[in-house]
Every structure is written in C-alpha cells, then in structure tokens.
C-alpha cells in the first residue's frame, strides 16, 4: 500500500490559493463545470486524507480538498482555532476557488467544521456527509486521549510516534502505509508546528470545547440532505453519537460500516466510494 501510486493513475493538480489570508495547499480533480465536493479533514490530518477518494469522485464531481487553518501545509497564524476560524477559512476557500455551493464532507473535526456551515451558510451547502463527525460529545477521556497520542507525535516527533498517531485512526494497524507516516512526520516537524498544534488542540480543553460545541437545537437548523456515517470501531465516540445527529437533523440518515475505525473512507474505500457517490447523485 502506498499514497503516490494510487495519485499517479489520474490527472489531479496540487496547488496553494489565498482564502482569507491564509495560504491554503489544496488537491483539486475532476471537471471544473462540474458539481463540487469539497472534502474536510481531521484533527491533526491534511488533505492525504481523501487520496483513495479522489479519483472514484472526479468521475462525476469537481473534488476539493483542503489543508485547513493551521493544518498541513497551508499557513499556520498565531491563535487558537475555534470553529468560527475554521468556518470562515473554508467559506473563503469556496469563493476563492469560485465555489458558489458544494456538497460537503467531513471527518471527525471537518464533520464539526462542515455541520456548523451548514448551519451559518445553507445556502452554499448542497449535501452534507458527516464522516465519524465530532462536536456533538464533550468526552474528557476522549479528549485528553487525542490531546496526549497528538502532541507525542508532535514534541516527540519520530516516524513510530507518528505512526502510533496514525493507527489509532485505523481498525486494522496494517492500513497505514509507511509513506503516509513520512508525509506526516514531515507536516509535524516544520518549524513552529509545535505551537500550531497546541492551536489545534484548543477544542480539546473543556472551557474552549463548551463554546463551540454542536447542540441537538443547532443542528436541527441543518437544512440540507444528510448522511451520517459511523463505524462500529470508532474509538472517539459509539454509534448512538450517529444516532444522535441523525435524530436531530431533519432530513438525515445513517450507514454504519463495519471492520473500521476512525478513517472509513481510507480503510474501505471502495465500499465508502460507492456509498458516497450514491448519496451526492441522489440515486
């Protein structure tokens, strides 16, 4: 398993755009007249997430994805991040990439950031897929877990504590090629990466989380069409937080799949290519 081998089998450009101020590294493939799917990572992630996504998509959409503020490789200021940075940042991104409304999809934090644009800027939104999406539980063991696994791999940086980070996203260890461990083993050693990530990690402190958390109220305002997807591994929050959002969400449904953890749509990604892809055609 490799990142590279799968990229070079399509056509894809990798480029750096100002959205807001910041100097934003994003993956573009696909159609440019097509429908956009914009694709939001993780706590700690950049936009390597979404590799064995991105071609099935570009079959049929205009596919995005994003280091966001303070992430990969796109500029890091000099604050904490909040959801309101993280909503603005990607509500730049589309109007500077000439977005006007995009499906939206997001994993762990991305499925926090995209729910809460939703909710601010329905009108850019299309459909919404909410991928093992965070910001509904206030878990302090959860949260003090991702806090200590990501600064390890941060202030200790060495490829086995990054790699320790990156199994802890996958059901099965294996599913981490040793590229992507390099990749982001480069991403956390760049000068100054350390206080960035105390940035990132703001949400896992409890004060901070309570101010930005998603309620049952606010995400009853989501007006577009939802898929929740969860797994029976997840190692951030169980299945009832699925359940959760889709009780709330007026037009939401949910798909559980099996054998993962925290990065389905890496470690099955033909099972979550075809469900995906279903859901944003409407078929």
Same mark, same amino acid.
């Given at each position: 398993? /490799?990142?590279?081998?799968?990229?070079?089998?399509?056509?894809?450009?990798?480029?750096?755009?100002?959205?807001?101020?910041?100097?934003?590294?994003?993956?573009?493939?696909?159609?440019? $007249?097509?429908?956009?799917?914009?694709?939001?990572?993780?706590?700690?992630?950049?936009?390597?997430?979404?590799?064995?996504?991105?071609? @099935?998509?570009?079959?049929?959409?205009? %596919?995005?994805?994003?280091?966001?503020?303070?992430?990969?490789? /796109?500029?890091?200021?000099?604050?904490?991040?909040?959801?309101?940075?993280?909503?603005?940042?990607?509500?730049?991104?589309?109007?500077?990439?000439?977005?006007?409304?995009?499906?939206?999809?997001?994993? /762990?934090?991305?499925? +926090?950031?995209?729910?809460?644009?939703?909710?601010?800027? *329905?009108?850019?939104?299309?459909?919404?897929?909410?991928?093992?999406?965070?910001?509904?539980?206030?878990?302090?063991?959860?949260?003090?877990?991702?806090?200590?696994?990501?600064?390890?791999?941060?202030?200790? @940086? /060495?490829?086995?504590?990054?790699?320790?980070?990156?199994?802890?996203?996958?059901?099965?260890?294996?599913?981490?090629?040793? $590229?992507?461990?390099?990749?982001?083993? &480069?991403?956390?050693?760049?000068?100054?990466?350390?206080?960035?990530?105390?940035?990132?990690?703001?949400?896992?402190?409890?004060?901070?989380?309570?101010?930005?958390?998603?309620?049952?109220?606010?995400?009853?305002?989501?007006? &577009?069409?939802?898929?929740?997807? +969860?797994?029976?591994?997840?190692?951030? @929050? *169980? %299945?009832?937080?699925?359940?959760?959002? %889709?009780?709330?969400?007026?037009?939401?449904?949910? %798909?559980?799949?099996?054998?993962?953890?925290? +990065? *389905?749509?890496?470690?099955? @990604?033909?099972?979550?290519?075809?469900?995906?892809?279903?859901?944003?055609?409407?078929?």
């Amino acid at each position: 398993m /490799s990142l590279w081998p799968e990229m070079a089998a399509g056509e894809f450009a990798l480029r750096s755009i100002d959205a807001g101020g910041v100097r934003t590294r994003y993956l573009e493939a696909g159609r440019a $007249d097509a429908p956009a799917v914009v694709f939001v990572h993780g706590t700690g992630g950049h936009l390597e997430t979404f590799t064995r996504n991105v071609f @099935a998509h570009a079959k049929y959409f205009r %596919v995005l994805a994003l280091d966001m503020v303070g992430h990969g490789f /796109s500029s890091k200021p000099d604050h904490p991040y909040e959801i309101s940075h993280y909503v603005q940042h990607l509500d730049a991104f589309l109007t500077a990439v000439g977005v006007g409304k995009a499906h939206l999809h997001g994993e /762990s934090l991305g499925g +926090w950031i995209v729910a809460q644009y939703a909710i601010d800027h *329905p009108q850019r939104v299309n459909r919404l897929v909410l991928n093992t999406a965070g910001g509904l539980n206030t878990d302090e063991q959860v949260m003090q877990r991702v806090y200590n696994v990501t600064m390890n791999a941060v202030r200790n @940086a /060495s490829l086995a504590t990054v790699r320790k980070r990156l199994e802890w996203l996958v059901h099965d260890p294996a599913d981490v090629p040793h $590229d992507l461990v390099e990749l982001r083993h &480069a991403i956390y050693t760049q000068p100054g990466f350390e206080q960035a990530m105390e940035h990132i990690l703001c949400l896992q402190f409890m004060d901070v989380r309570i101010r930005n958390v998603l309620t049952d109220e606010s995400i009853s305002r989501i007006k &577009a069409k939802t898929l929740v997807i +969860w797994t029976d591994h997840d190692p951030t @929050a *169980p %299945v009832a937080t699925g359940e959760r959002f %889709v009780k709330a969400i007026p037009d939401a449904r949910l %798909v559980v799949m099996k054998d993962c953890a925290h +990065w *389905p749509q890496w470690e099955k @990604a033909d099972e979550f290519n075809t469900l995906h892809i279903d859901f944003l055609l409407g078929r």
